[in-house]
């Protein structure tokens, strides 16, 4: 099978707008340079164990990682205990992940699968979703959000939490765009910044040392836009937190994470 190496959006690059498009975003060659991007060790400097004390506070041991990517993420639980199944929607994300356990010492459990129809494809209830990398920001419709978010909701046992993040797009769109390239993106040389943006559309462009170029297509989440449809959807407790921190000011975090809650108050009378 030929693996698709160039993108192409077409003659007008900003008109497209399709949740099905990341798919083909994500050829061999970007995926192959995904790694430089991250930088897994200065990565996992940075963000420290957020997300394993979120889970291990939580009793999660079951985890769903449903943006799985190269690998970061599902590796590095998987080395601290906790029980992994990782999906995406791009077999070439999905491919670069199970080499980087192989790596890592670590056999991943990977299904593809499209987070509109995840229960078809990934079997079984879980502690808690993660969906990390500003991935919820390939979603175009809001039809999609809601399909995704209610999928989630589904796959997680009646107590499970969801831990989900997006970069700080309020600020990139009321003020412009600005990174401290510190918690996410963290390889040495590597640009990525919006060349284009509009209240349906952040088109980012990701320069690479060799001088190679890709671009990826995405939709601006507003923060509170995200509470409000993980609040209507089942969620009962959400706590947004800023680059890893819970207080921050409202234009300082380069992203965030929301960490939503299923389980209900027990009511009176109830056990």
């Known amino acids: 099978m030929t693996v698709q190496q160039e993108q192409d959006y077409g003659e007008n690059p900003i008109e497209v707008r399709d949740t099905g498009k990341y798919v083909e975003e994500y050829v061999g060659s970007f995926v192959d340079k995904w790694d430089e991007l991250i930088d897994w060790e200065s990565r996992a400097e940075s963000e420290g164990d957020f997300f394993i004390e979120q889970l291990k506070e939580r009793g999660a041991y079951r985890v769903l990682d449903v943006a799985t990517g190269t690998g970061f993420h599902s590796v590095r639980l998987a080395k601290a205990g906790f029980q992994v199944v990782s999906a995406d929607g791009s077999p070439e994300m999905l491919s670069k992940a199970f080499q980087n356990g192989r790596k890592n010492g670590k056999i991943l459990r990977t299904v593809q699968a499209d987070w509109r129809w995840l229960n078809r494809d990934v079997y079984g209830k879980f502690d808690a979703v ?24 589904a796959a997680l046992r009646h107590d499970g939490i969801l831990i989900l993040d997006q970069r700080n797009y309020d600020a990139i769109l009321d003020s412009g765009f600005s990174s401290k390239h510190v918690y996410y993106y963290c390889g040495e040389n590597v640009k990525a910044a919006p060349e284009h943006v509009d209240e349906g559309l952040a088109r980012f462009k990701y320069e690479f040392p060799d001088q ?40 300082d975090p380069d992203f965030y994470i929301h960490v939503a809650e299923k389980k209900y108050d027990h009511e009176d009378g109830e056990n």
Not at 130 to 153: M, P, Q, V, W
Not at 214 to 234: A, I, S
């Open 212 to 251: 190679s170029e890709f671009h990826l297509n995405m939709f601006p989440l507003r923060k509170d836009y995200v509470r409000k449809l993980m609040t209507e959807v089942g969620f009962q407790t959400i706590t947004t937190y800023g680059d890893f921190k819970e207080t921050y000011k409202h234009d």
């Open 130 to 153: 993660i969906c990390l990398g500003n991935s919820f920001t390939h979603l175009f419709s809001e039809r999609d959000r809601r399909k995704a978010l209610a999928e989630f909701y």
